[in-house]
């Protein structure tokens, strides 16, 4: 088999490289030129340097949405995980029509992003409106409080799945041997099970880090960015600036952010990995 | 052995294929385009990327209709709403790029003036009833608007009745003031209220960012007799306010709560009679008369704000919309673009489409319209009034406008000040207009 498989390795690997080189490679590496350009279309581009950079670093809009975005990301990593662990926690205990609540909570997770953020903002405005407070576009607290709870509901359900696939392949032996040492709950936890889910957090909480840094359509179609920019994320920031100005420098400072944006979510991602796969016990 | 080899590069040259299948079609969309070599002889070919979402099944007949008379292929392609510029940037750097696209005004312009012929002396050209309807790029004529749209505050007027009032009691901003205040006065005991929710929604929020803010612009132009600028001064924004407050406190809902209202929401209140006055254009005719208004109910009538001499002056008219012919398409298919262009606004199967599923056009020989807004318009026209031009589309950029709506949201609910409409509405204008130019 793995003979075969060593003979015919370009009919496996070929059409993916082909499509992830035309999907991703090309696009990138132009995407990198064009950050030094200043262009209305990709084919008329004139190079400029490093100009588009020295804006987009002194943009403050894209600091501020820079910061909003970190902190979203932080609060929502926190939240989605330790919520979703808890869930698959409750549902690998053997409880009645566990089936049915794992499918109500990945759920969510199979409606789109746009749909959520204008169900959800309806939903959101009613509930402020009765209260008496300001709606989402108007207060960026609230924005924040809104994307983090849409993003909760979306997500939970998603990374339960992972964690339910992380705990059930713990083998029982070492819980049963755990128990008769006489190990307390919270120490079976701990001690055992945690450790032997590292791996199913590190890909947790590497999916919701970038999904955190990378949210788009949630946030256009929740807050749009309102009130003034304040609830902008980083992603938003850079369509925004792309296409709500005129003039042709405009596109290339959008790619320059572009260009950052993705070092950063690279950056971040590749530390976090570090961080939990040295966690990582072997079973 | 050998066979085996074989079978690999014929399954990875399969596999490959299957992969880039997707890639070819992405330019969908019903299109009517059919064999140009054998159909007698014509050459070239049109592609119009569409702007507007309502009026696409209307292109794609006429569409189909000239290519079955001409045998010349004609797709369009609608871009959906709100996402014209994104479609636009990626769709002309194709291989098979618009022919003909859309800009809106001098602005827009910007942005596009590369990839725009010059449509001077052509026959398009020569068909329009005044070189006010051309859009200019130094001596190029770089865009030909193609329908004129009148935009007002749109009543009820049985409503308008049942309240009291005959449309004819309303010639100013205090009349129009006076006839609100008194149905907000009695709004629980008529069972309506005077406007409807000026929402500021995405899908709503231009009426107010931009067509409303187009008359403080206007009337700055006019005393200065000038049709741009680089600094706004404002002088006109206290009359801003004045429509804007009378908008917000007259209203089916409050103030707070028009964040969250959408264009629909603004439509169905007063298709339901929930209210009198509703801001809106010419464009709105088929869509109130499709929800089972007639047209013995309608009127629009024009935005007073308390400024110059409202006498005289009629409903906000003027074009945001310009088809200009790709610079970059090859010499058969521009010839082709320009061909079916005028053959779009002079044959009667053209000009009819055009003027019932666009509005009016600017064209000698325009088929006439049934829509009754724009008939009321050329009623104010005929009567001596001025139209108040469009002015908007000197704004500085689409940020400006956002600038703008966010602190009108604001101040509606309450958690910003008129002041802060002030300031992104003069400094955001001298800020956005350095920055674009």
Known sequence: ?283 | MKRKNVLALGLIAMMTAATFAGCGSSASGDSATGDSASTDGASGKVYYLNFKPEADEAWQEIAKQYTEETGVPVTVITAASGTYEETLSSEIVKDEAPTLFQVNGPVGLANWKDYCYDLKGSSLYNELTSDSFALYDGDAVAGIAYVIESYGIITNTKLLEEAGYTIDDIQGFDDLKKVAEDITARSSELGFSAFTSAGMDGSSDWRFKTHLANLPIYFEYQEKGIDSTDAIEGTYLDNYKQIWDLYINNATCKPADLAGKTGDDAENEFAERKAVFYQNGSWEYANLTGKGMTDDELAMIPIYVGAGDEKNQGLCTGTENFWCVNSEASDEDIQATIDFLTWMVTSDAGTKMLAEQIGVIPFKNAADTTNLFVLNDRAYTEAGKTPVSWNFTTMPSEEWKNGVGSALTAYAAGTGSWDDVVSAFVDGWATEYAAAN
């Not at chain 1, 590496?29 to 588009?52: D, M």
């Not at chain 1, 409080?145 to 070492?174: E, H, R």
């Open chain 1, 1 to 283: 088999m793995e003979k075969a498989i060593r003979r015919y390795w370009p009919v496996f690997v070929l059409p993916t490289l082909a499509a992830f080189s035309v999907g991703f490679i090309y696009p990138f590496v132009q995407g990198l030129y064009l950050s030094f350009c200043k262009f209305t279309t990709i084919k008329k581009a004139t190079f400029i340097g490093f100009g588009n950079y020295a804006y987009a670093f002194q943009d403050e809009s894209f600091w501020h949405s820079f910061w909003f975005t970190a902190l979203f990301t932080v609060v929502s990593t926190v939240l989605i995980n330790v919520i979703a662990f808890a869930i698959a926690l409750a549902l690998t205990n053997k409880i009645k029509g566990s089936n049915v609540f794992r499918t109500v909570f990945f759920m969510p997770n199979l409606i789109g992003g746009i749909v959520l953020g204008y169900i959800w903002q309806i939903l959101l405005n009613c509930v402020l409106s009765l209260m008496e407070k300001p709606l989402l576009a108007l207060n960026a607290t609230y924005g924040f409080i809104g994307l983090t709870i849409l993003m909760c509901w979306q997500q939970i359900g998603y990374m339960m799945i992972i964690y339910i696939a992380g705990l059930q392949s713990i083998p029982d032996d070492y819980i049963e041997a755990a128990k008769i040492d006489g190990a307390t709950t919270g120490q079976i936890l701990f001690k055992i099970k945690i450790p032997n889910v590292m791996p199913s957090i590190t890909i947790c909480s590497f999916l919701t880090i970038t999904n955190g840094f990378k949210l788009f359509d949630q946030n256009l179609a929740l807050t749009g960015g309102e009130p003034a920019h304040a609830s902008e994320m980083l992603a938003l920031n850079i369509y925004n600036t792309f296409y709500s100005r005129s003039g042709a420098q405009w596109k290339g400072y959008g790619q320059a952010k572009a260009v950052i944006f993705c070092i950063m979510v690279i950056l971040i991602s590749m530390i976090q990995l570090k961080i939990t796969k040295s966690k990582e016990v072997q079973q």
